[in-house]
Protein backbone atom coordinates (compact mmCIF):
# COMPACT_ATOMS: atom_id res chain seq x y z
CA UNK A 1 0.00 0.00 0.00
CA UNK A 2 1.28 3.47 -1.02
CA UNK A 3 1.86 6.83 0.49
CA UNK A 4 -1.13 8.57 -1.17
CA UNK A 5 -3.53 5.39 -0.62
CA UNK A 6 -2.61 5.99 3.03
CA UNK A 7 -3.40 9.92 2.24
CA UNK A 8 -6.83 8.51 0.91
CA UNK A 9 -7.94 6.40 3.55
CA UNK A 10 -7.14 9.04 6.14
CA UNK A 11 -9.10 11.42 4.20
CA UNK A 12 -12.04 8.98 4.19
CA UNK A 13 -12.18 8.47 7.71
CA UNK A 14 -11.53 11.73 8.96
CA UNK A 15 -13.87 13.86 6.27
CA UNK A 16 -15.82 11.79 3.90
CA UNK A 17 -17.37 9.55 6.38
CA UNK A 18 -18.56 12.23 8.77
CA UNK A 19 -19.51 15.22 6.59
CA UNK A 20 -22.88 13.29 5.31
CA UNK A 21 -23.72 12.30 8.62
CA UNK A 22 -23.41 16.12 10.02
CA UNK A 23 -25.38 17.16 7.21
CA UNK A 24 -28.17 14.59 6.99
CA UNK A 25 -28.51 15.59 10.98
CA UNK A 26 -29.17 19.55 10.63
CA UNK A 27 -32.75 19.80 9.97
CA UNK A 28 -32.94 18.36 13.93
CA UNK A 29 -31.15 21.44 14.99
CA UNK A 30 -28.89 19.23 17.59
CA UNK A 31 -26.41 21.35 19.42
CA UNK A 32 -22.57 21.30 18.04
CA UNK A 33 -21.88 18.83 20.25
CA UNK A 34 -24.47 16.49 19.79
CA UNK A 35 -23.79 16.94 16.02
CA UNK A 36 -19.59 16.33 16.80
CA UNK A 37 -20.83 12.92 18.88
CA UNK A 38 -23.44 11.49 16.37
CA UNK A 39 -20.99 12.32 13.15
CA UNK A 40 -17.61 10.63 14.92
CA UNK A 41 -18.77 6.61 13.79
CA UNK A 42 -19.14 8.16 9.97
CA UNK A 43 -21.26 6.16 8.15
CA UNK A 44 -22.10 2.37 9.48
CA UNK A 45 -22.83 -0.53 8.21
CA UNK A 46 -22.03 -2.67 5.14
CA UNK A 47 -23.22 -0.41 2.06
CA UNK A 48 -19.60 0.94 1.48
CA UNK A 49 -18.13 -2.60 0.75
CA UNK A 50 -20.86 -3.42 -0.54
CA UNK A 51 -20.14 -0.49 -3.35
CA UNK A 52 -16.84 -1.29 -3.30
CA UNK A 53 -17.36 -4.56 -5.16
CA UNK A 54 -18.87 -2.66 -7.77
CA UNK A 55 -15.88 -1.48 -9.49
CA UNK A 56 -13.80 -3.98 -8.42
CA UNK A 57 -16.49 -6.84 -10.19
CA UNK A 58 -17.11 -4.62 -13.16
CA UNK A 59 -13.41 -4.50 -14.54
CA UNK A 60 -12.31 -1.18 -13.76
CA UNK A 61 -8.74 -0.06 -13.46
CA UNK A 62 -7.42 -0.24 -9.98
CA UNK A 63 -10.70 -1.65 -8.67
CA UNK A 64 -8.97 -3.80 -6.31
CA UNK A 65 -7.40 -1.24 -4.96
CA UNK A 66 -10.57 0.82 -4.38
CA UNK A 67 -12.44 -2.29 -2.61
CA UNK A 68 -9.43 -2.90 -0.60
CA UNK A 69 -8.80 0.84 0.62
CA UNK A 70 -12.82 0.63 1.37
CA UNK A 71 -12.72 -2.27 2.89
CA UNK A 72 -9.91 -1.31 5.32
CA UNK A 73 -11.32 2.21 6.24
CA UNK A 74 -14.60 0.40 7.21
CA UNK A 75 -12.81 -2.34 9.37
CA UNK A 76 -10.45 0.93 11.24
CA UNK A 77 -12.94 3.47 11.45
CA UNK A 78 -15.05 0.61 13.63
CA UNK A 79 -11.84 -0.01 15.57
CA UNK A 80 -10.38 3.42 16.67
CA UNK A 81 -13.99 5.48 15.92
CA UNK A 82 -16.78 3.26 17.06
CA UNK A 83 -14.81 2.31 20.37
CA UNK A 84 -13.56 6.74 21.34
CA UNK A 85 -17.84 7.20 21.35
CA UNK A 86 -18.30 6.81 24.85
CA UNK A 87 -15.13 8.68 25.80
CA UNK A 88 -16.12 11.25 23.74
CA UNK A 89 -19.68 11.62 24.83
CA UNK A 90 -18.17 11.91 27.96
CA UNK A 91 -15.73 14.44 27.14
CA UNK A 92 -18.55 16.70 25.63
CA UNK A 93 -20.62 16.02 29.18
CA UNK A 94 -23.42 14.49 26.72
CA UNK A 95 -23.92 11.28 29.29
CA UNK A 96 -26.08 10.99 31.78
CA UNK A 97 -25.98 8.74 34.79
CA UNK A 98 -28.78 6.53 35.21
CA UNK A 99 -29.94 6.12 38.56
CA UNK A 100 -30.53 2.71 40.85
CA UNK A 101 -34.15 4.37 41.39
CA UNK A 102 -36.66 6.22 39.10
CA UNK A 103 -40.09 7.12 39.00
CA UNK A 104 -41.67 6.06 36.01
CA UNK A 105 -45.23 7.61 37.22
CA UNK A 106 -44.86 10.17 33.88
CA UNK A 107 -45.28 7.07 31.80
CA UNK A 108 -49.04 5.64 33.13
CA UNK A 109 -51.89 7.44 33.93
CA UNK A 110 -51.23 8.29 37.27
CA UNK A 111 -51.94 11.85 37.68
CA UNK A 112 -55.07 11.65 39.44
CA UNK A 113 -53.64 8.61 42.14
CA UNK A 114 -52.21 9.40 45.35
CA UNK A 115 -49.52 6.18 43.99
CA UNK A 116 -46.16 6.40 42.32
CA UNK A 117 -44.72 3.71 40.57
CA UNK A 118 -40.64 3.33 41.02
CA UNK A 119 -37.93 1.53 39.25
CA UNK A 120 -35.03 0.16 41.51
CA UNK A 121 -32.19 -1.56 39.57
CA UNK A 122 -30.21 -3.90 42.31
CA UNK A 123 -26.89 -4.07 42.39
CA UNK A 124 -24.78 -6.01 44.63
CA UNK A 125 -24.20 -3.67 46.97
CA UNK A 126 -27.66 -2.58 48.00
CA UNK A 127 -28.56 -4.69 51.04
CA UNK A 128 -31.57 -5.87 49.36
CA UNK A 129 -29.78 -8.07 47.43
CA UNK A 130 -29.61 -11.58 48.30
CA UNK A 131 -32.36 -11.65 50.51
CA UNK A 132 -36.32 -12.71 50.38
CA UNK A 133 -38.76 -10.21 50.91
CA UNK A 134 -39.70 -11.30 53.71
CA UNK A 135 -36.58 -10.56 55.37
CA UNK A 136 -36.22 -7.34 54.15
CA UNK A 137 -40.27 -6.19 53.99
CA UNK A 138 -40.44 -2.54 52.44
CA UNK A 139 -41.81 0.22 54.65
CA UNK A 140 -46.04 0.24 54.98
CA UNK A 141 -46.31 3.29 51.89
CA UNK A 142 -44.64 0.73 49.66
CA UNK A 143 -45.46 -2.51 47.95
CA UNK A 144 -43.14 -3.85 45.63
CA UNK A 145 -45.45 -5.11 42.43
CA UNK A 146 -43.18 -6.94 40.26
CA UNK A 147 -39.64 -8.12 39.46
CA UNK A 148 -38.40 -7.83 36.21
CA UNK A 149 -35.44 -11.27 35.85
CA UNK A 150 -33.92 -11.34 32.47
CA UNK A 151 -37.22 -11.41 29.79
CA UNK A 152 -39.28 -13.09 33.06
CA UNK A 153 -41.73 -11.11 35.33
CA UNK A 154 -42.42 -12.51 38.68
CA UNK A 155 -45.23 -11.33 40.67
CA UNK A 156 -43.79 -11.16 44.16
CA UNK A 157 -44.17 -13.05 47.22
CA UNK A 158 -42.79 -12.91 50.91
CA UNK A 159 -40.56 -15.80 49.74
CA UNK A 160 -39.32 -14.27 46.63
CA UNK A 161 -35.43 -13.50 46.63
CA UNK A 162 -34.30 -10.84 45.52
CA UNK A 163 -31.17 -11.13 43.17
CA UNK A 164 -28.72 -8.35 41.78
CA UNK A 165 -29.33 -7.82 38.06
CA UNK A 166 -33.45 -7.58 39.09
CA UNK A 167 -35.51 -4.59 38.59
CA UNK A 168 -37.69 -4.30 40.82
CA UNK A 169 -41.33 -2.06 40.51
CA UNK A 170 -42.89 -0.97 43.57
CA UNK A 171 -46.00 1.62 44.36
CA UNK A 172 -45.40 4.28 46.49
CA UNK A 173 -48.08 6.08 48.58
CA UNK A 174 -46.61 9.37 47.56
CA UNK A 175 -48.54 11.09 50.66
CA UNK A 176 -46.57 8.91 53.03
CA UNK A 177 -43.44 8.37 50.96
CA UNK A 178 -41.55 9.08 48.74
CA UNK A 179 -37.80 8.06 47.07
CA UNK A 180 -35.55 8.84 49.79
CA UNK A 181 -37.69 6.36 51.50
CA UNK A 182 -37.73 3.67 48.87
CA UNK A 183 -33.72 4.47 49.24
CA UNK A 184 -33.35 3.77 52.77
CA UNK A 185 -35.56 0.80 52.08
CA UNK A 186 -33.07 -0.60 49.30
CA UNK A 187 -29.88 0.02 51.48
CA UNK A 188 -31.21 -1.62 54.58
CA UNK A 189 -32.17 1.39 56.89
CA UNK A 190 -35.73 0.63 57.40
CA UNK A 191 -35.75 -2.16 60.05
CA UNK A 192 -38.25 -1.28 62.08
CA UNK A 193 -40.93 -3.86 62.33
CA UNK A 194 -44.02 -1.45 62.69
CA UNK A 195 -43.28 0.16 59.39
CA UNK A 196 -43.19 -2.91 57.17
CA UNK A 197 -46.16 -4.34 54.77
CA UNK A 198 -46.68 -8.23 55.31
CA UNK A 199 -46.74 -10.16 52.37
CA UNK A 200 -48.68 -13.36 51.86
CA UNK A 201 -46.44 -16.52 51.77
CA UNK A 202 -46.32 -19.08 48.68
CA UNK A 203 -44.16 -21.65 47.68
CA UNK A 204 -43.73 -20.23 44.28
CA UNK A 205 -43.93 -16.77 42.49
CA UNK A 206 -45.86 -16.18 39.52
CA UNK A 207 -43.60 -15.70 36.31
CA UNK A 208 -44.91 -14.15 33.12
CA UNK A 209 -42.56 -14.91 30.35
CA UNK A 210 -42.37 -11.94 27.54
CA UNK A 211 -41.15 -14.26 25.00
CA UNK A 212 -44.51 -16.15 25.68
CA UNK A 213 -47.95 -14.96 24.23
CA UNK A 214 -50.47 -14.52 27.11
Do not use: Y
Not at 3 to 13: E, F, M, N, R
Not at 88 to 96: E, G
Not at 136 to 147: D, F, I, K, N, Y
Amino acid sequence: MELHDLGSIALHICVSRRVPVWITHLPFRFTSRAQALLSRPGLRGPLPIVLATIPATAGVSQGHTIFNIVFFVVVVSTLLQGTTVVPLARRLDLTVDRPAWRSIAEALPLDDSDVDLVEITVTEDLAIAGHRLREVPPGSAMLVTAVVRGHVTLLPRADTEILAGDLLVMAVDRQRASLPDVTAWAMGEVTSPDEVTSLPVTNDSTAFDEDQPA
